[in-house]
């Protein structure tokens, strides 16, 4: 990594511990959420896992928050819950990720997308690449 990597890895942990401390103020100290969320509003891209290292077709989803541990999305489809998928996003234009992560909750929205709330997961592909 270099060192402006280090240091904007850095800066990301700092923004995440400030936010986990705001969150527990917010709520009196009960949050019971493993790490803090973020904005991440970002248009992201997602395969359901078909069978081992197979997936199925991109479907375009919107980002909600992040954490350390997983993320919140909107999508135009939904979901079954613990279908391994494989999300890739933009982080700052220069760079992409592609993270793997299993699917914890889809729930359907009045306007017909899901609300999908997903687990990152150790993976070999998980992986920061140049764009």
Do not use: H
Request: aromatic letters at 4%; one cysteine or more.
């Amino acid at each position: 990594m270099t060192q402006s990597g280090d240091t904007n890895a850095w800066s990301i942990e700092m923004t995440l511990k400030a936010a986990q401390i705001q969150s527990r103020r917010e709520v009196g100290g009960s949050d019971k959420r493993l790490k803090p969320r973020l904005p991440f509003l970002r248009t992201v891209r997602i395969r359901g896992e078909q069978s081992a290292g197979t997936y199925g077709p991109e479907v375009k989803c919107r980002g909600n928050n992040l954490s350390q541990t997983g993320m919140g999305l909107r999508s135009p489809v939904a979901f079954e819950q613990g279908r391994i998928v494989r999300i890739e996003c933009s982080i700052n234009g220069e760079a992409s990720m592609l993270l793997r992560a299993v699917v914890r909750m889809c729930k359907p929205r009045p306007d017909g997308s899901f609300t999908l709330g997903v687990q990152f997961v150790a993976d070999e592909e998980n992986s920061t690449r140049a764009a």
